[in-house]
């Protein structure tokens, strides 16, 4: 079975750093793409960061850029974002996806296939 199971999140005050991982089946892990997005109620949800698993290029939204680093580990079929200087907008629920093919669009939802149930991350004072 294809499954991915994030962790990690929690409350961490403006400023601070956290770091999610979503640990993934094997088949996952061979995808053509790996990725983090989030939403809050309410809200569409929005690619946050994902990598190109044949040649390890990233790429970052707009709000995260700068701040926040996706990587994997091969060895364990995990893959993490590390976040730094928070802020309350990026409150969100965190999920972890990952495409089982070629996507087009490396931040769009759309063509994620497999996804995990989402941590919450919270930035509050």
């Known amino acids: 079975q294809v499954q991915l199971v994030e962790s990690g999140g929690g409350l961490v005050r403006p400023g601070g750093s956290l770091t999610l991982s979503c640990a993934t089946t094997?088949?996952?892990?061979?995808?053509?793409?790996l990725g983090w997005f989030r939403q809050a109620p309410g809200k569409e949800r929005e690619g946050v960061s994902s990598m190109n698993t044949r040649d390890d290029r990233t790429f970052y939204s707009r709000s995260v850029k700068g701040r926040f680093t996706i990587s994997r580990d091969n060895a364990k079929n995990t893959i993490y974002l590390r976040m730094n200087n928070l802020k309350p907008e990026d409150t969100e629920v965190y999920s972890c996806a990952a495409s089982k093919g070629f996507v087009a669009r490396e931040l769009d939802f759309h063509h994620y296939d497999y996804w995990g149930r989402g941590t919450q991350v919270t930035v509050s004072s």
């Open positions: 094997g088949f996952a892990a061979d995808s053509y793409a």
